[in-house]
T-cell receptor, first 115, second 109 residues
Framework: NAGVTQTPKFQVLKTGQSMTLQCAQD?????MYWYRQDPGMGLRLIYY???????DKGEVPNGYNVSRLNKREFSLRLESAAPSQTSVYFC??????????????FGNGTRLTVT | SQQGEEDPQALSIQEGENATMNCSYK?????LQWYRQNSGRGLVHLIL?????REKHSGRLRVTLDTSKKSSSLLITASRAADTASYFC?????????FGAGTRLTVKP
């Protein structure tokens, strides 16, 4: 019973490099989310996908792209990494039948450092 | 900007005491949820209260919601050292889930 799985767990990038953070859930959830967590800032929503085939911007989408590859997988791409993107990234999912009024299930995060 | 704001930012109490954390938000919501995060881990859901509910209980947790004041509180009774963690409120508005900056709770044995 894996829940939400994020890969990689840790990553160091140089400024300007690109990478994709992977997220997969095995709970047949409809909605998936990407957040970043910085010290003292709590979690900020980057992008979310309410259902397969749809994506929407959150509060801090600049510098990121997402792909809802299928119902299980939701990836986050940094096309040209910047030091300001150093953070811990969390993927979450929720909602089998309906997303409203259902809790988020989180992965354990990806710690990204951009030098 | 973040939707929810927790207060206080940090709270330190003795084991056995009660801990109260507050959350204020800005816009209308479908529901408000509380989460817990242990250091270095993902968030874990604690309790969800819908916009038409005023109070909810789960074990040692009690959550209240006042939509007229746009605020919520989380009470942890008879705290234990294992309750040491960060606690976050999250508000939902049409599938968009936003979190506050959290309250860091330390329970001393």
């Amino acid at each position: 019973n894996a829940g939400v799985t994020q890969t990689p767990k840790f990553q160091v990038l140089k400024t300007g490099q690109s990478m994709t953070l992977q997220c997969a859930q095995d709970m047949n959830h409809n909605s998936m989310y990407w957040y970043r967590q910085d010290p003292g800032m709590g979690l900020r929503l980057i992008y979310y996908s309410a259902s397969e085939g749809t994506t929407d911007k959150g509060e801090v989408p600049n510098g990121y792209n997402v792909s809802r590859l299928n119902k299980r997988e939701f990836s986050l791409r940094l096309e040209s990494a910047a030091p300001s993107q150093t953070s811990v990234y969390f993927c979450a999912s929720r909602g089998r039948d309906r997303a409203y009024n259902s809790p988020l299930h989180f992965g354990n995060g990806t710690r990204l450092t951009v030098t | 900007s973040q939707q929810g704001e927790e207060d206080p930012q940090a709270l330190s109490i003795q084991e056995g005491e009660n801990a109260t954390m507050n959350c204020s938000y800005k816009t209308s919501i479908n529901n408000l949820q509380w989460y817990r995060q242990n250091s270095g881990r993902g968030l874990v859901h604690l309790i969800l209260i819908r916009s038409n509910e005023r109070e909810k209980h789960s074990g040692r947790l009690r959550v209240t919601l006042d939509t007229s004041k746009k605020s919520s509180s989380l009470l942890i009774t008879a705290s234990r050292a294992a309750d040491t963690a960060s606690y976050f409120c999250a508000t939902e508005q049409n599938n968009d889930m936003r979190f506050g900056a959290g309250t860091r709770l330390t329970v001393k044995p």
